[in-house]
């Protein structure tokens, strides 16, 4: 029998695994993972983790047995023979394979600075973290975010609920420096602002200290010395592509794939946060971390299986929420964008739209704005050419703007 065995258990395995049955694949499917749970949401972590709503399974328990989707859990894969096709887990399980797909995700990147292990210092992929942070957070505890970037600043949002201290610490000179428009940046700072977060941007952090093995307080580089009882080390993750390398697979700042989720192999295939591509609406070679990127791929995964047509590739996009802000973002940013604001930042309900020097839109950033979301994500895929001051005007609708 043909046999897929999807290496990683989370967002882009398990919903490759649910999609090929649903598409009446009728081969044998094993899903390994080295967490010990079945796949779940890591949106709410950041989000909610503070509410006890963090815990959304990705599909109902009894899915897996129900669809005859075997899963390996606890026992990760540790090496991988492509000539033999097999796969080796941990505990020596041998699995023969007919498609192989590395959907093992990413890590959070760590510090390497003085005190980085003390006890209170943590990071945020795994529901495990997530419960950790819950447990610190709470009025009059003292919160030490280390990146301002969109899980920082979420972290950050939901800890201000709570009624928490909390300083976010950045090394650049604005949060959010890699993947928003700096109008964005500036309207989240002063937002979080608003509402008592200290943002310190660039700023160099020195050492994390502590006492008795657990950290209090966070030491800048000129000197400032920010107290606290946990800090949450928020900047970047890194692809889990060992795997991959170590098996000759071709890897650059991930596992490198095609259109369709190829990698260099034709019995590999790789999907999610840990792959690194050419994307052809951006025309550049990116390594997405998202939601909507992982289960694009996994629709590819599932088609190049099925030996069915591929289906058409989507406009990148993404969201976020913090406090009452739901954010929607699509496509990237260039360094020739020209910003052009829709709505009133004050009044919590605008778009940014990016237009490129032909006048078309690249990017739209939305904050509590779903329709300009959706409009801007159809402008970018279709390449049209927008009218600047109409779109400026909300009283004229995004369908009059269109030049
Ligand atoms: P993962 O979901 O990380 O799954 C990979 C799995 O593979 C992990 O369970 C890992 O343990 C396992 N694994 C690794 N190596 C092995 C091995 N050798 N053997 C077996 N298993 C292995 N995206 C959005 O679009 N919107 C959001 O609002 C958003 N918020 C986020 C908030 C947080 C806190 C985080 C961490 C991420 C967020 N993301 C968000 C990103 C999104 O969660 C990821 O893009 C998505 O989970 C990627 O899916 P994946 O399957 O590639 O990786």
Redesign the pocket.
């Known amino acids: 029998t043909p046999t897929v065995v999807i290496?990683?258990?989370?967002?882009?395995?398990g919903t490759l695994a649910g999609m090929l049955r649903q598409q009446k694949f009728d081969g044998r499917i094993v899903l390994?993972?080295?967490?010990t749970h079945p796949p779940y949401h890591?949106?709410p972590?950041?989000k909610k983790y503070a509410d006890d709503e963090f815990v959304q399974w990705l599909k109902p328990e009894a899915f897996y047995a129900d669809n005859h989707i075997e899963t390996l859990l606890g026992d990760?894969?540790v090496g991988i023979d492509r000539d033999a096709r097999t796969a080796t887990t941990a505990s020596g399980t041998v699995l023969e394979y007919t498609t192989l797909v590395l959907?093992?995700?990413?890590a959070p990147r760590t510090l390497t600075l003085p005190g980085s292990d003390l006890e209170g210092v943590l990071s945020?992929?795994t529901l495990a973290d997530a419960t950790l942070l819950r447990d610190a957070v709470h009025t009059g505890s003292a919160l030490a975010i280390i990146g301002g970037g969109y899980?920082g600043l979420e972290v950050a949002a939901s800890a201000r609920a709570r009624g928490c201290e909390v300083t976010v610490i950045e090394r650049e000179d604005r949060v959010l420096a890699r993947v928003a428009s700096p109008e964005l940046s500036s309207v989240l700072t002063e937002f979080h602002r608003d509402r008592g977060t200290r943002i310190i941007t660039g700023a160099e952090v020195r050492e994390i200290s502590g006492t008795d093995g657990r950290v209090n307080g966070v030491a800048l580089g000129d000197g400032t010395e920010i107290p606290c009882d946990m800090v949450l080390v928020g900047v970047g993750a890194i692809p889990?592509d060992a795997?991959a390398r170590e098996s000759g697979l071709e890897c650059l700042a991930g596992i490198v794939v095609d259109g369709s989720a190829r990698t260099s192999d034709p019995h590999v295939l790789a999907i999610?946060?840990?792959t690194y591509r050419l994307h052809d609406t951006l025309g550049k070679m990116v390594r997405l971390?998202?939601?909507?990127s992982?289960v694009e791929q996994a629709k590819q995964a599932v088609a190049v299986i099925m030996e069915a047509p591929l289906p058409p590739h989507e406009v990148p996009w993404?969201?976020?929420d913090q406090f009452d802000l739901k954010m929607k973002m699509a496509g990237m940013v260039g360094p020739d964008t020209r910003a052009v604001l829709r709505g009133n930042p004050s009044e919590s309900s605008f778009a940014l739209f990016h237009l490129n020097t032909d006048g078309i839109p690249v990017a739209v950033e939305t904050v509590n704005a779903a329709a300009e979301f959706m409009a801007g994500k159809k402008f970018i895929s279709n390449r049209t050419k927008i009218d600047p001051a109409a779109l400026a005007d909300p009283v004229i609708s995004l369908r009059e703007a269109v030049l």
């Open positions: 290496v990683g258990a989370g967002h882009a395995g390994c993972g080295d967490e890591r949106p972590l950041s990760p894969v959907a093992t995700g990413a945020l992929r899980v889990n795997l999610g946060d840990v971390e998202s939601i909507p992982a993404f969201w976020s």
